[in-house]
Protein backbone atom coordinates (compact mmCIF):
# COMPACT_ATOMS: atom_id res chain seq x y z
CA UNK A 1 0.00 0.00 0.00
CA UNK A 2 1.15 3.10 -0.09
CA UNK A 3 2.97 5.63 2.38
CA UNK A 4 1.92 8.35 1.09
CA UNK A 5 -1.15 9.92 -0.34
CA UNK A 6 -1.95 13.56 -1.71
CA UNK A 7 -4.89 15.54 -1.84
CA UNK A 8 -6.58 16.83 -3.91
CA UNK A 9 -6.26 14.52 -7.11
CA UNK A 10 -6.04 17.50 -9.58
CA UNK A 11 -6.29 21.13 -9.12
CA UNK A 12 -6.94 23.75 -12.01
CA UNK A 13 -6.13 27.34 -11.47
CA UNK A 14 -5.31 30.87 -13.12
CA UNK A 15 -2.05 32.18 -13.26
CA UNK A 16 -0.82 34.31 -9.58
CA UNK A 17 -2.96 32.50 -7.81
CA UNK A 18 -1.84 29.92 -5.31
CA UNK A 19 -1.80 26.07 -5.26
CA UNK A 20 -1.97 24.59 -2.08
CA UNK A 21 -1.83 19.89 -2.29
CA UNK A 22 -1.11 17.84 0.85
CA UNK A 23 0.33 14.67 1.55
CA UNK A 24 -0.80 12.64 4.19
CA UNK A 25 1.26 9.59 5.11
CA UNK A 26 1.00 6.27 7.60
CA UNK A 27 4.08 5.73 9.42
CA UNK A 28 7.08 7.63 10.87
CA UNK A 29 9.67 9.44 8.61
CA UNK A 30 13.28 10.46 8.14
CA UNK A 31 11.99 12.69 5.81
CA UNK A 32 9.57 13.81 3.27
CA UNK A 33 10.22 14.85 -0.65
CA UNK A 34 8.24 16.83 -3.06
CA UNK A 35 8.82 16.05 -6.91
CA UNK A 36 7.50 17.69 -10.35
CA UNK A 37 6.64 15.50 -13.06
CA UNK A 38 6.16 17.51 -16.52
CA UNK A 39 4.08 15.35 -19.02
CA UNK A 40 5.63 12.75 -20.48
CA UNK A 41 9.26 13.18 -18.42
CA UNK A 42 11.02 11.44 -15.48
CA UNK A 43 10.79 13.11 -12.14
CA UNK A 44 12.41 15.94 -10.79
CA UNK A 45 13.21 17.13 -7.02
CA UNK A 46 11.98 20.22 -6.03
CA UNK A 47 12.49 20.03 -1.99
CA UNK A 48 13.06 17.75 1.04
CA UNK A 49 12.17 18.56 4.16
CA UNK A 50 13.11 16.36 7.24
CA UNK A 51 11.54 15.07 10.46
CA UNK A 52 12.64 17.93 12.62
CA UNK A 53 11.58 20.37 10.61
CA UNK A 54 8.24 22.19 10.58
CA UNK A 55 8.92 24.76 7.33
CA UNK A 56 10.69 25.45 4.39
CA UNK A 57 11.47 27.55 1.41
CA UNK A 58 12.63 27.64 -2.16
CA UNK A 59 12.03 30.54 -3.93
CA UNK A 60 8.12 30.24 -4.45
CA UNK A 61 7.34 26.65 -3.05
CA UNK A 62 6.93 26.61 1.05
CA UNK A 63 6.83 23.23 2.80
CA UNK A 64 5.46 22.20 5.80
CA UNK A 65 5.37 19.00 7.65
CA UNK A 66 3.03 18.08 10.94
CA UNK A 67 4.88 15.03 11.95
CA UNK A 68 1.69 14.80 15.07
CA UNK A 69 -0.76 14.45 11.90
CA UNK A 70 1.53 12.85 9.42
CA UNK A 71 1.03 15.20 6.60
CA UNK A 72 2.92 17.93 4.74
CA UNK A 73 1.76 20.53 2.14
CA UNK A 74 3.80 22.59 -0.89
CA UNK A 75 2.15 25.91 -1.60
CA UNK A 76 3.53 27.21 -4.80
CA UNK A 77 2.92 30.90 -4.34
CA UNK A 78 1.94 33.28 -7.55
CA UNK A 79 2.02 30.43 -9.80
CA UNK A 80 2.59 30.54 -13.78
CA UNK A 81 1.79 28.08 -16.78
CA UNK A 82 5.26 26.38 -16.02
CA UNK A 83 3.85 25.05 -13.09
CA UNK A 84 1.59 22.80 -14.92
CA UNK A 85 2.41 19.46 -13.37
CA UNK A 86 1.96 16.44 -11.24
CA UNK A 87 3.50 16.55 -7.62
CA UNK A 88 4.07 13.97 -5.42
CA UNK A 89 5.02 13.31 -2.29
CA UNK A 90 7.81 10.96 -1.51
CA UNK A 91 9.11 9.31 2.27
CA UNK A 92 11.87 7.72 3.68
CA UNK A 93 11.02 5.62 6.22
CA UNK A 94 14.64 4.09 6.82
CA UNK A 95 18.61 4.98 5.70
CA UNK A 96 18.54 3.00 2.66
CA UNK A 97 17.04 5.78 0.70
CA UNK A 98 13.84 3.84 -0.23
CA UNK A 99 11.20 6.17 -1.06
CA UNK A 100 7.35 5.49 -1.51
CA UNK A 101 5.46 7.88 -3.78
CA UNK A 102 1.82 8.75 -3.35
CA UNK A 103 -0.44 8.99 -6.33
CA UNK A 104 0.53 12.74 -7.12
CA UNK A 105 -1.41 15.65 -7.44
CA UNK A 106 -2.28 16.79 -11.00
CA UNK A 107 -1.99 20.89 -11.21
CA UNK A 108 -3.07 22.80 -14.54
CA UNK A 109 -2.32 27.03 -14.55
CA UNK A 110 -3.99 28.11 -16.78
CA UNK A 111 -3.08 31.88 -18.18
CA UNK B 1 25.11 16.71 -20.38
CA UNK B 2 25.39 15.07 -16.87
CA UNK B 3 22.86 12.61 -16.43
CA UNK B 4 20.73 9.77 -16.67
CA UNK B 5 19.54 8.15 -20.14
CA UNK B 6 16.84 5.02 -20.94
CA UNK B 7 16.74 2.83 -23.43
CA UNK B 8 14.78 2.34 -25.65
CA UNK B 9 12.27 5.33 -25.24
CA UNK B 10 9.36 3.51 -25.79
CA UNK B 11 8.72 -0.68 -27.06
CA UNK B 12 6.14 -3.12 -28.12
CA UNK B 13 6.87 -6.44 -26.88
CA UNK B 14 4.84 -9.46 -27.41
CA UNK B 15 3.70 -11.64 -24.13
CA UNK B 16 6.55 -13.87 -23.21
CA UNK B 17 9.18 -11.93 -24.86
CA UNK B 18 12.23 -11.50 -22.92
CA UNK B 19 13.63 -7.34 -22.90
CA UNK B 20 16.09 -5.85 -21.13
CA UNK B 21 15.62 -2.23 -20.25
CA UNK B 22 18.43 -0.15 -20.33
CA UNK B 23 19.93 2.68 -17.21
CA UNK B 24 23.07 5.08 -17.49
CA UNK B 25 24.31 7.69 -15.72
CA UNK B 26 27.15 9.16 -15.76
CA UNK B 27 27.00 11.28 -12.15
CA UNK B 28 28.99 8.52 -10.48
CA UNK B 29 26.24 7.80 -8.03
CA UNK B 30 26.20 5.34 -5.87
CA UNK B 31 22.74 4.22 -5.67
CA UNK B 32 20.43 3.65 -8.52
CA UNK B 33 16.78 2.43 -8.71
CA UNK B 34 14.01 0.81 -10.75
CA UNK B 35 10.53 1.87 -10.64
CA UNK B 36 7.01 1.69 -12.48
CA UNK B 37 4.48 4.40 -13.08
CA UNK B 38 1.19 3.54 -13.47
CA UNK B 39 -1.80 5.77 -13.58
CA UNK B 40 -3.26 6.48 -10.10
CA UNK B 41 -0.85 4.30 -7.92
CA UNK B 42 2.37 6.54 -8.19
CA UNK B 43 5.81 4.91 -8.49
CA UNK B 44 6.35 1.63 -7.28
CA UNK B 45 10.37 1.17 -6.47
CA UNK B 46 11.07 -2.72 -8.55
CA UNK B 47 15.06 -2.73 -7.51
CA UNK B 48 17.89 -0.87 -6.14
CA UNK B 49 21.05 -0.90 -6.21
CA UNK B 50 23.22 0.88 -2.97
CA UNK B 51 26.39 0.07 -4.97
CA UNK B 52 28.03 -1.26 -7.60
CA UNK B 53 27.90 -5.65 -7.24
CA UNK B 54 25.09 -5.03 -4.74
CA UNK B 55 21.23 -5.50 -5.77
CA UNK B 56 17.69 -5.33 -3.37
CA UNK B 57 14.68 -5.90 -3.74
CA UNK B 58 11.90 -3.35 -3.59
CA UNK B 59 8.19 -3.27 -3.74
CA UNK B 60 7.14 -4.99 -7.09
CA UNK B 61 9.88 -7.72 -7.72
CA UNK B 62 8.68 -10.43 -9.07
CA UNK B 63 9.05 -10.59 -12.46
CA UNK B 64 12.10 -8.40 -13.15
CA UNK B 65 16.20 -8.90 -12.40
CA UNK B 66 18.50 -6.39 -12.31
CA UNK B 67 22.33 -6.57 -12.24
CA UNK B 68 24.84 -3.85 -11.04
CA UNK B 69 28.15 -4.74 -12.78
CA UNK B 70 29.68 -1.49 -12.51
CA UNK B 71 28.94 2.28 -11.09
CA UNK B 72 26.84 3.83 -14.65
CA UNK B 73 25.51 0.87 -15.96
CA UNK B 74 21.69 -0.31 -13.70
CA UNK B 75 19.71 -2.78 -16.62
CA UNK B 76 16.20 -4.30 -15.96
CA UNK B 77 14.99 -7.08 -17.83
CA UNK B 78 11.97 -8.73 -17.82
CA UNK B 79 12.24 -12.71 -18.28
CA UNK B 80 9.19 -13.50 -19.84
CA UNK B 81 7.06 -10.39 -20.36
CA UNK B 82 3.10 -10.53 -19.35
CA UNK B 83 0.45 -7.82 -19.91
CA UNK B 84 0.57 -6.59 -16.48
CA UNK B 85 4.07 -5.24 -17.21
CA UNK B 86 2.46 -2.93 -19.32
CA UNK B 87 3.81 0.86 -17.67
CA UNK B 88 6.46 3.84 -17.65
CA UNK B 89 10.02 2.82 -16.29
CA UNK B 90 11.72 4.95 -14.44
CA UNK B 91 15.44 4.55 -13.51
CA UNK B 92 17.03 7.13 -10.93
CA UNK B 93 20.06 7.60 -9.26
CA UNK B 94 21.44 9.28 -5.94
CA UNK B 95 25.01 10.33 -4.76
CA UNK B 96 24.12 8.76 -1.61
CA UNK B 97 22.44 5.86 -0.01
CA UNK B 98 21.29 7.70 2.78
CA UNK B 99 17.44 8.69 3.15
CA UNK B 100 18.30 11.93 2.79
CA UNK B 101 19.71 11.87 -0.54
CA UNK B 102 18.17 13.03 -3.76
CA UNK B 103 17.31 10.91 -6.51
CA UNK B 104 17.41 11.82 -9.96
CA UNK B 105 15.15 10.52 -12.42
CA UNK B 106 15.88 9.60 -16.44
CA UNK B 107 13.18 10.65 -18.73
CA UNK B 108 11.47 7.10 -18.55
CA UNK B 109 10.44 3.92 -21.40
CA UNK B 110 7.35 3.07 -21.91
CA UNK B 111 6.52 -0.28 -22.40
CA UNK B 112 3.58 -1.85 -23.75
CA UNK B 113 3.16 -5.93 -23.20
CA UNK B 114 0.69 -7.54 -25.94
Known amino acids: SQQGEEDPQALSIQEGENATMNCSYKTSINNLQWYRQNSGRGLVHLIL?????REKHSGRLRVTLDTSKKSSSLLITASRAADTASYFC???????????FGAGTQVVVTP | IAGITQAPTSQILAAGRRMTLRCTQDMRHNAMYWYRQDLGLGLRLIHY???????GKGEVPDGYSVSRANTDDFPLTLASAVPSQTSVYFC?????????????FGPGTRLTVL
Open chain 1, 49 to 53: IRSNE
Open chain 1, 90 to 100: ATAMDSWGKLQ
Open chain 2, 49 to 55: SNTAGTT
Open chain 2, 92 to 104: ASSEGQGAGDTQY
